[in-house]
């Protein structure tokens, strides 16, 4: 995981922290972009949002409802990355 895949994890956390609902594919796409729109580190093609989202679908980090949210492993990851 890089530090990609954790603001991935943290835009899924904010979203339901902020609104109490889960967070839609379009929603956290349009996110995502918006936030790494000014980082020249990464470029389109590495990016791979649909890719990572699947990846941390795979490893159980999030799940799929009816919008998305953490699981409790991506909630633990996601701490372990902010402390």
Avoid: C, P
Avoid at 1 to 23: C, V
Avoid at 28 to 49: M, P, Q, T, Y
């Amino acid at each position: 995981m890089d530090k990609y895949d954790y603001l991935l994890l943290d835009i899924i956390q904010s979203f339901k922290d902020e609104h109490h609902t889960l967070i839609n594919l379009a929603t956290l796409e349009r996110s995502f972009w918006k936030r790494i729109e000014h980082d020249d580190d990464l470029n389109i093609g590495d990016a791979r949002v649909g890719e990572r989202i699947t990846n941390l679908f795979l490893d159980g980090l999030i799940q799929i409802k009816s919008g998305y949210t953490l699981t409790k492993k991506g909630k633990e990851e996601l701490s372990y990355q902010l402390d």
